[in-house]
């Protein structure tokens, strides 16, 4: 008896076994008609394969800095130019003269070589710009829920119309060029099969407009153009200049064009305008895409979420306040408030003649101008002193243009005591005749104080004119150093443990667009580094803590990009660190 219950349980389990199977069959018959189905079945990752449209004399610059980071994520990868070849730089040199309006002959040239040596060898194939920088993680994340045996592309939709009148006959839109656009297999067989054979496709077609005639070939050849938006119906590919878009007012924006709703900047998840989910951005320099490589693969965000209470220890309470003045405050003021200031334990903001009470402002009476900045930092420490001293371990003192990350502050801070004559920040020797043996800390990049230096310098220093704790040159942080030096409070080492600095007081825009041999933040390490060489060879910190000369927009791209874009990778993201 026992014995046929166990074989009609075998029988019903076959049963539904080769029901499954039959079921299985069936959807991948109807895969290439319902991509749902194809996502169901499919497991392993779609192959990309990225060309960059470049010119010779891009090679050395940007093209060399998209080889550096994004394209290395590619599963293969070339460089489209002229006239150009080199065994260390993947280049398809072809014999087409350069220029806007040949852009259209290299872009259907370099998919005709991809077809005849890469058909079979990949399922999608992306065109991107020698400025475009791509996540790819999230470009195949995307592309698994599609088949690369339909007809497919995606990128930045455009209608064909421009300024009122079409410029690019398509019925369905054509994707942006600048932004990237990825085709599927069965779109490039198609533009080579059917579209290069017969001129009724347009797939010769060059205007100048090489996205539009890209976009005409395919909408000719039955290629459908995807929709790229997420489900909060916001941009994953960005045609714009993010960070100049970023500080013009929604109003102003072209971005916000393209959202459906009233979206103000800086306000909290799912309400900005950038994805979580971003697959590109256009118009990015060199040096951009090296900080932006670094602030999602390299930089190490020290959550202390687990660490201090598993071990009893209390993490370090940071009272943050930023010097400013009237007219900073709607611009940079803001963004530093809607971005890196909302992770202090305590917050506010220094500056004169100003009265709102949603914005944490202390007035002072002191007149603005750089030669009155000691003052204001003298009478901010003064407040702190009488307000604030016992509540919080340490006092962060930042600009209007620095950004901080404040995790990775804590967690340094976390190996010191706050009852120690400490301060840290980024060491400037005393250069200028300012009178100080251990130098000074940058203000721009932010210093740090402990909670015995606030005390040292209001219960000693500003009771005796020796400790000169009221100097005034005009040099802010060289003053704050004089005094702080005259009172034995240490200025501690910032950097790493490989000897890398972690508060930047240089424009690191600026200073990564720049060859290590000239005048530049290259001077600061103790070894020739060359920019995009292996992680622990860079020039910036994995544990950075601050930037400085950073404007509103960059200010809020560097926080999505740190804290709001998901990375989608299979084993993760190891950025955030216990």
């Not at 389990?13 to 319902?34: N, P, Y």
């Not at 020290?302 to 009893?312: G, P, Y």
């Not at 940071?318 to 971005?339: E, Q, S």
């Not at 690191?508 to 060359?530: A, G």
Request: proline fraction near 4%; aromatic fraction near 12%.
């Amino acid at each position: 008896m026992q014995v046929s219950k166990l074989i009609n349980v075998r029988r019903v389990f076959l049963a539904l076994l080769l029901f499954t199977i039959g079921l299985c069959v069936i959807m991948m018959q109807l895969s290439g008609h319902h991509p749902t189905a194809f996502n169901f079945l499919r497991t392993k990752n779609p192959k990309v394969f990225c060309w960059v449209l470049t010119t010779p004399w891009n090679l050395p610059t940007k093209a060399t800095a998209v080889k550096n980071t994004w394209i290395k994520r590619c599963d293969g990868a070339v460089f489209v130019t002229s006239n150009h070849t080199d065994p260390n730089f993947p280049t398809l040199a072809l014999n087409i003269t350069e220029g806007r309006k040949y852009l259209s002959n290299k872009s259907f040239t370099a998919f005709k070589y991809l077809y005849n040596n890469h058909l079979s060898d990949f399922d999608w194939f992306l065109k991107a710009d020698d400025d475009t920088y791509v996540i790819m993680e999230n470009l195949k994340h995307f592309l698994k829920g599609f088949n690369p045996s339909d007809p497919l592309y995606f990128g930045h939709y455009f209608s064909g119309y421009f300024k009122g009148k079409l410029k690019v006959p398509v019925k369905q839109g054509y994707a942006s060029g600048g932004a990237g656009y990825v085709i599927s297999q069965e779109a490039l067989r198609r533009m080579q099969e059917i579209g290069s054979k017969d001129t009724k496709y347009k797939c010769r077609r060059n205007t100048g407009f090489e996205d539009g005639d890209i976009g005409i070939c395919l909408e000719n050849l039955n290629v459908t153009l995807g929709v790229s938006l997420d489900n909060n119906r916001q941009m994953t590919f960005h045609p714009f200049n993010v960070i100049k878009e970023l500080n013009k007012s929604p109003k102003e924006s072209k971005m916000y064009q393209y959202i459906n709703g009233n979206i103000s900047i800086g306000k909290e998840k799912g309400a900005r305008i950038l994805s979580s989910n971003t697959i590109s951005f256009h118009y990015v320099s060199p040096a951009l895409i090296y900080l932006i490589d670094f602030l999602i693969y390299d930089l190490n965000v020290h959550q202390l979420r687990a660490s201090f209470t598993s071990l009893h220890i209390k993490s370090p309470r940071v009272f943050c306040w930023v010097l400013t003045t009237p007219g900073h405050l709607p611009t940079r003021a803001t963004a530093v408030r809607n971005t890196w200031l909302r992770r202090c334990d305590g917050a506010m903001f220094v500056t004169t003649d100003y009265n709102d009470p949603n914005f944490p402002v202390m007035a002072l009476n002191i007149t603005e101008g750089r030669q009155h900045l000691s003052n204001k930092s003298f009478a901010a420490f003064k407040y702190l002193y009488n307000h604030h001293l016992q509540d919080f371990d340490w006092f962060l003192k930042a600009d209007d243009d620095t950004y901080v990350i404040i995790e990775n502050l804590k967690h340094f801070l976390k190996g010191f005591n706050p009852s120690d004559p400490l301060y840290f920040g980024h060491h400037f020797g005393g250069k200028r005749k300012i009178p100080v043996k251990q130098g000074y800390a940058s203000g721009g990049a932010g210093y740090v104080l402990s909670q015995e230096a606030l005390r040292r310098m209001q219960e000693i220093g500003t009771n005796d004119a020796k400790y000169q704790c009221r100097k005034n040159t005009g040099y802010e942080d060289a003053d704050i150093g004089i005094c702080l030096e005259k009172l034995n409070v240490t200025l501690g080492v910032s950097r790493d443990n490989n000897n890398q600095m972690t508060f930047h007081s240089f424009h690191l825009l600026k200073e990564l667009n720049k060859r290590p041999t000239q005048e530049s933040i290259y001077q600061y390490v103790n070894r020739n580094i060359k920019i995009g060489n292996q992680k622990g060879e860079r020039i910036l910190s994995s544990s950075t803590i601050s930037f400085h000369y950073v404007d509103p927009g960059t200010m809020y791209f560097i926080d999505f990009l740190i804290y709001d874009l998901n990375v989608h990778q299979v084993r993760g993201d190891n950025r955030y660190m216990g």
